[in-house]
């Protein structure tokens, strides 16, 4: 069983799902839920049936605001939900991928079940962000640990996981880029009325949640105020998840589109069309983790702002800004400008992608399809590395 809630994590999931759907050893049951159900976040299950993919279930997922007290109400809801949708199918892996509070639904569900999982994209670290707590939280509750890069699997390690529950894969997005899975410039034009021809800023930014400090609301300002200063660029802008202080960003950015012709809102482009415009972007901009793990395979810069990616591991075509409007206007000139800077580009070497070769999901899914169940998955002990020992390699 795999679970997607999101654009985001449905095209990091999409190339696992074929390689599932295609192995004479595995049965896919695809659960959906959140922003893919919500027609203002661009209804993507759409996006999922036309590629092909049967949805067994839905799990609504709407916060009728974007407090705290909604977004957990919708989180016991979302588990209610699970409960019944695990118990019936009784899975012999759920596989999930990522760090949104959503997968803690599905997540606690499956280990009163005592059905297996298997995370992708565990170890990493996204400081600003709730997401950190949450995926650090599935990392101990997993059995299965597919992770994108060798520091990465060498910190879960250091967490106390079993070393051969720990395998370094490679980012299932990179494989998507290796596929050439995204939509042709002239696929853009006529799918969003996106001029492919005209330099195109990539914009996404999302709440800062991990203490609640930081005022979304004025973060977006700023960042709004910095892209005033380059009208000359088309800017597509796509919308944020669905956390707290959500909805205030969107205000922002449907004040900041009022009459600017440079200026196209979206909801959501689909995980093949946003990969197709980031690919001919002049930067991506914000701070989505796109920008960090699928923008250097393109050689595209990214300006991520402020703390919500801090602790990620970095390519050089990644430049940190401050949320100040002076910071991201510095960042951004550099990026678009700066010759030493973008000389660089054409060399980027993405620390997402360690064997160079695309291939993620075929190693995921040769592992599920090896690993067996019963006790020996089931039953997890803290086993911390021992002195001298080399740690992943």
Request: contains cysteine.
């Amino acid at each position: 069983m795999a679970f997607s809630s999101t654009r985001a994590d449905y095209g990091l999931l999409k190339p696992v799902l074929k390689n599932i759907s295609d192995s004479p050893d595995l049965e896919l049951i695809l659960v959906a839920s959140g922003d893919h159900l919500a027609s203002y976040k661009g209804g993507t299950i759409s996006d999922i049936k036309k590629d092909g993919f049967a949805v067994a279930e839905t799990v609504p997922f709407t916060p009728a605001s974007d407090n705290h007290e909604s977004i957990a109400g919708s989180l016991g809801e979302a588990t209610v939900k699970m409960a019944s949708i695990i118990g019936k199918y009784r899975p012999d892996f759920l596989l999930l991928l990522g760090d949104r509070y959503e997968l803690l639904a599905p997540a606690a569900c499956a280990l009163i079940y005592r059905a297996p999982i298997a995370h992708i994209a565990g170890g990493e670290s996204t400081e600003g962000a709730l997401d950190e707590q949450v995926r650090h939280a599935l990392t101990k509750m997993a059995h299965l640990h597919f992770v994108s890069t060798w520091e990465y699997g060498r910190r879960i390690r250091r967490m106390g996981e079993e070393a051969w529950r720990i395998h370094v894969v490679g980012s299932t997005g990179i494989e998507n880029i290796y596929s050439c899975d995204y939509l042709s410039p002239s696929e853009i034009k006529n799918n969003f009325g996106i001029d492919p021809e005209t330099p195109t800023l990539l914009i996404t930014f999302h709440p800062e949640t991990i203490t609640g400090e930081n005022d979304t609301e004025a973060q977006a300002k700023e960042v709004a105020l910095a892209l005033e200063q380059f009208q000359e660029y088309q800017q597509v802008i796509t919308y944020p998840g669905m956390e707290t202080g959500y909805q205030a960003v969107i205000q922002i950015w449907q004040d900041y589109a009022l009459n600017k012709n440079n200026v196209l809102l979206k909801p959501s482009l689909g995980s093949r069309g946003y990969l197709g415009l980031m690919r001919i972007a002049s930067a991506v901009v914000g701070n989505s983790s796109s920008g960090i793990i699928e923008a250097p395979s393109f050689h595209i810069p990214t300006v991520n702002i402020g703390n919500r990616q801090k602790g990620r591991i970095r390519a050089e075509s990644v430049l940190d800004v401050n949320c100040r409007r002076e910071d991201i206007v510095q960042g951004l000139q550099k990026a678009l400008t700066d010759p030493v800077f973008r000389a660089g580009l054409p060399k980027t070497v993405n620390p997402y992608d360690p064997f160079r070769d695309g291939k993620a999901s075929e190693r995921i899914v040769r592992l599920l399809e090896q690993t067996p169940l019963g006790k020996t998955i089931l039953e997890k002990r803290l086993d911390f590395p021992g002195p001298g020992e080399v740690i992943i390699q």
